[in-house]
């Protein structure tokens, strides 16, 4: 009679062979991905990769899908290193996989066109979340190794720039697993601490792997978040990752990054000696300009001066009243000479003349003179005005004569 075998007999029996046979060992199998499944509990990737004739299932357990840096589509063709062995449970073989790229592009190359297109869709490029970077920073974070030449040419260009500025570094990893999180804590103590007014993040040049970090979505997610500019400068100038396209500028070298990120404080200078001159050849303008409107308006205003005026009519004024007091000087001396020709026939004709010659005039006590003798009658008393004084006499008798005389 045939031995009976168990079924865990068979599956066990057949395991082994597989197992032992070396040339279904770290072989290389192309082909597509269908029914794709990323087990988010275990972290463990299960798929069935077929081509035109037949399929094979396929794991891909969490120590190695952690490692892979694209996004696994049903549809997409790969190649894969792995082992054929047996689930002895279900008695099936299939594929343990231990390494996976896309077949005919690189896998980070995928990875990179993956990422950065989701992140254009999701808008993480748009110019509308671009800062501006400030013209005259006073704190420059500089995010990079500490033993990269990439520091050395950021402070040696910041330092010969603008000296003003004050280098704030922090020391990161910028290759290897432990860079990309080293990388967005930094970028997230600056901005949270405020310290900075711009922030460069990056490395000096090398291969697509050792610029890894800078394409990691958690970067750009950090780089995105955060409120201060940020300057991305990775490797060369022929080299783009994606926190290039999400920062706020992106620098083709770490030397450029420091050159943007501040001025120049020679070209300052010289444009403020320029500012100076232009500003004092302005003021000079304008005070000569002003010195003749002033010139202009004085003599306007000399010619229209009421002073001017006043002091015209004064010397017109003076003239008139010279020749007023010269006029009235004329009519006084000529009345002056009358009135003393008048004064000399008058004191011609003046009784106190004709008395000093030996007359004399009689008056009443009224005071009134006595012409005739019917005036007076005798025993009455008059006075007599003589050259120097009165002579006071009594009437003893009046005559009168018969025949006068004119």
């Not at 081509?51 to 357990?61: G, L, P, Q, S, T």
């Amino acid at each position: 009679m045939s031995t009976v075998l168990s079924v865990t007999q068979i599956n066990t029996y057949v395991k082994s062979l597989i197992d032992y046979d070396d040339k279904l060992k770290n072989i290389y199998v192309s082909g597509e991905i269908s029914n794709f499944t990323n087990h988010y509990r275990s972290g463990h990737f299960y798929f069935t990769l077929k081509d035109e004739n037949c399929a094979i299932k396929a794991v891909m357990f969490r120590s190695a899908a952690s490692r892979v840096r694209f996004e696994i589509e049903n549809g997409m063709r790969v190649i894969v290193r792995a082992s054929v062995s047996v689930y002895e449970r279900d008695g099936v073989y299939q594929l343990y996989v231990d390494d996976i790229a896309p077949d005919g592009i690189g896998a980070l190359n995928l990875a990179f066109e993956q990422l950065k297109k989701k992140l254009f869709e999701a808008g993480m490029f748009d110019d509308s979340h671009k800062k501006p970077i400030p013209k005259y920073p006073e704190h420059v974070g500089v995010v990079t190794s500490e033993t990269g030449a990439a520091l050395h040419d950021i402070v040696s260009v910041l330092t010969r720039r603008y000296p003003l500025a004050e280098i704030v570094f922090e020391p990161v990893q910028v290759q290897g697993d432990a860079a990309a999180g080293q990388i967005c804590q930094a970028i997230k103590k600056l901005d949270d601490e405020k310290k900075c007014d711009v922030i460069i993040i990056g490395r000096g040049g090398g291969s697509i792997e050792d610029l890894w970090a800078f394409n990691e979505e958690i970067v750009a997610n950090a780089v995105y978040a955060c409120e201060t500019p940020v300057i991305s400068a990775v490797g060369h100038e022929t080299d783009y990752t994606i926190s290039d396209f999400v920062a706020d500028l992106r620098a083709p070298t770490p030397s450029a990054a420091a050159e943007l990120a501040v001025p120049d404080y020679r070209e300052l200078l010289y444009s403020l000696d320029k500012a100076f001159d232009t500003l004092n050849e302005s003021i000079n303008k304008i005070i000569s300009d002003k010195l003749m409107r002033l010139m202009s308006l004085d003599k306007t205003l000399n010619a229209l001066s009421p002073i001017k005026t006043l002091q015209l009519y004064s010397n017109q004024t003076q003239m008139m009243s010279q020749r007023l007091s010269h006029a009235v000087g004329m009519i006084f001396e000529k009345y002056a000479n009358e009135i003393s020709r008048q004064a000399l026939k008058l004191e011609s004709y003046s009784p106190l003349n004709i008395l000093s010659k030996g007359y004399s005039i009689a008056c009443d006590e009224k005071g009134n003179t006595v012409e005739t003798v019917e005036q007076v009658k005798p025993d009455d008393k008059i006075k007599l005005r003589v050259s120097d004084g009165f002579i006071e006499c009594r009437v003893l008798e009046t005559e009168e004569l018969t025949e006068k005389t004119e």
